[in-house]
T-cell receptor, first 114, second 114 residues
Framework: KAGVTQTPRYLIKTRGQQVTLSCSPI?????VSWYQQTPGQGLQFLFEYFSETQRNKGNFPGRFSGRQFSNSRSEMNVSTLELGDSALYLC?????????????FGEGSRLTVL | AQSVTQLDSQVPVFEEAPVELRCNYSSSVSVYLFWYVQYPNQGLQLLLK??????LVKGINGFEAEFNKSQTSFHLRKPSVHISDTAEYFCAVSDLGSARQLTFGSGTQLTVLP
């Protein structure tokens, strides 16, 4: 069974630009969560989508948004990039049913903002 | 809201020695507890989880952890480490209603020395 796939793996943007990151969950998984990982703030929850609906949201500004498609693939978008948005963005999928809490993580998309 | 404290940011240990990585949490509600491992340039992999039942939890790669409710701790242990255990380890919690919204600790870098 293929794991969680994130694209692109690496990207460089400049301040003010926007970026879209993609995540394909494990087949059959209906929940997709996004996390930001930085050296200073560590791992922080961005949002979770289940059946195309945002189910939970972390404490990030409105520049960070996401969506989920009918095939469970998800995208996150960051608009008006700031230097502090440089981070590893991790996507995680789970079956989404019972509260097992186990997340399966992708390898991440490393964003550098210049 | 929950918080997680990993008391040691770096733990060096010699190969075949035992190791304990400490984790304390704070929460006003019942929680699920997890340990994840992150190898360089990779996503996170679940080592073990505590949802309910026996407070001693066994995970992959010979790791185990003990949930101590009175001390709000969930320390990770391994009786004999290998070079391949060198990685960063994250303790995480979630409340029972938001099992996919994890709050992570700041991580502990375990370095196994030959």
């Amino acid at each position: 069974k293929a794991g969680v796939t994130q694209t692109p793996r690496y990207l460089i943007k400049t301040r003010g630009q926007q970026v879209t990151l993609s995540c394909s969950p494990i087949s059959g998984h209906r929940s997709v969560s996004w996390y930001q990982q930085t050296p200073g703030q560590g791992l922080q929850f961005l949002f979770e989508y289940f059946s195309e609906t945002q189910r939970n949201k972390g404490n990030f500004p409105g520049r960070f948004s996401g969506r989920q498609f009918s095939n469970s693939r998800s995208e996150m978008n960051v608009s008006t990039l700031e230097l502090g948005d440089s981070a590893l963005y991790l996507c995680a999928s789970s079956p989404g049913g019972g509260p097992t809490g186990e997340l399966f993580f992708g390898e991440g998309s490393r964003l550098t903002v210049l | 809201a929950q918080s997680v404290t990993q008391l040691d940011s770096q733990v060096p240990v010699f190969e075949e020695a035992p190791v304990e990585l400490r984790c304390n949490y704070s929460s006003s509600v019942s929680v699920y507890l997890f340990w994840y491992v992150q190898y360089p340039n990779q996503g996170l992999q679940l080592l073990l989880k505590y949802l309910s039942g026996s407070t001693l939890v066994k995970g992959i790669n010979g790791f185990e952890a003990e949930f101590n409710k009175s001390q709000t701790s969930f320390h990770l242990r391994k009786p004999s480490v290998h070079i391949s255990d060198t990685a960063e380890y994250f303790c995480a919690v979630s409340d029972l209603g938001s099992a996919r919204q994890l709050t992570f600790g700041s991580g502990t870098q375990l370095t196994v020395l030959p």
